[in-house]
T-cell receptor, first 108, second 115 residues
Framework: GQSLEQPSEVTAVEGAIVQINCTYQTSGFYGLSWYQQHDGGAPTFLSYNALDGLEETGRFSSFLSRSDSYGYLLLQELQMKDSASYFC?????????FGKGTRLSVIA | EAQVTQNPRYLITVTGKKLTVTCSQNMNHEYMSWYRQDPGLGLRQIYYSMNVEVTDKGDVPEGYKVSRKEKRNFPLILESPSPNQTSLYFCASSSVGQGARDGYTFGSGTRLTVV
């Protein structure tokens, strides 16, 4: 089977850095993806990691450790508009499976 | 514009009345999928399709049907809706080979209420 664990809620201050962790158990693991979803909106793709290490895209970075079955999403210079839910998702022998999501609240 | 189009956006129906939620994509994607989203449960896959005439059950297929007669369309059918199918539904598509790497494209969602 496949399962992913991530914190349900995180709160951080505007301008700060926040890390959202994700651990996974995935048969035939290929890679880890991250999606952002604002309230009332559709999930949108942020990043994908297939190899160990850090991938940076602007203020957002994503990290993967295959040996630890662990990854994280790092958001820097937080802005109010980053308040949203963030989902990790693993791809493997079956189609993409999503975690339950982490609700990020950015406060002034 | 590359997009996944779902209709309707909102639907209120009564128990037992058959309904169809349509999904269409204009990106020539092979892979299409339906998810339902409920508070605290994340996105759960209902059915997916790897190509025309190929469909498979996801994690929560009970009470749903799908068809893939054309590459661009993947309708979700509820033959006899029940209140526990009240949820937010998303259709998504991607290319098969690079789907995870390039990301799934989601439709805007359909909020279904069954009374």
């Amino acid at each position: 089977g496949q399962s992913l664990e991530q914190p349900s809620e995180v709160t951080a201050v505007e301008g700060a850095i926040v890390q959202i962790n994700c651990t996974y158990q995935t048969s035939g693991f290929y890679g880890l993806s991250w999606y952002q979803q604002h309230d009332g909106g559709a999930p949108t793709f942020l990043s994908y990691n297939a190899l160990d290490g850090l991938e940076e895209t602007g203020r957002f970075s994503s990290f993967l450790s295959r040996s630890d079955s662990y990854g994280y999403l790092l958001l820097q210079e937080l802005q109010m508009k980053d308040s949203a839910s963030y989902f990790c998702a693993s791809s493997g022998n079956t189609p993409l499976v999503f975690g339950k999501g982490t609700r990020l609240s950015v406060i002034a | 514009e590359a997009q996944v189009t779902q209709n309707p956006r909102y639907l209120i129906t009564v128990t037992g009345k058959k309904l169809t939620v349509t999904c269409s994509q204009n990106m020539n994607h092979e892979y299409m999928s339906w998810y339902r989203q409920d508070p605290g449960l994340g996105l759960r896959q209902i059915y997916y399709s790897m190509n025309v005439e190929v469909t498979d059950k996801g994690d929560v297929p009970e009470g749903y049907k799908v068809s893939r007669k054309e590459k661009r369309n993947f309708p979700l059918i509820l033959e006899s809706p029940s209140p526990n199918q009240t949820s937010l539904y998303f259709c998504a598509s991607s290319s098969v080979g690079q789907g995870a790497r390039d990301g799934y494209t989601f439709g805007s969602g359909t909020r279904l209420t069954v009374v």
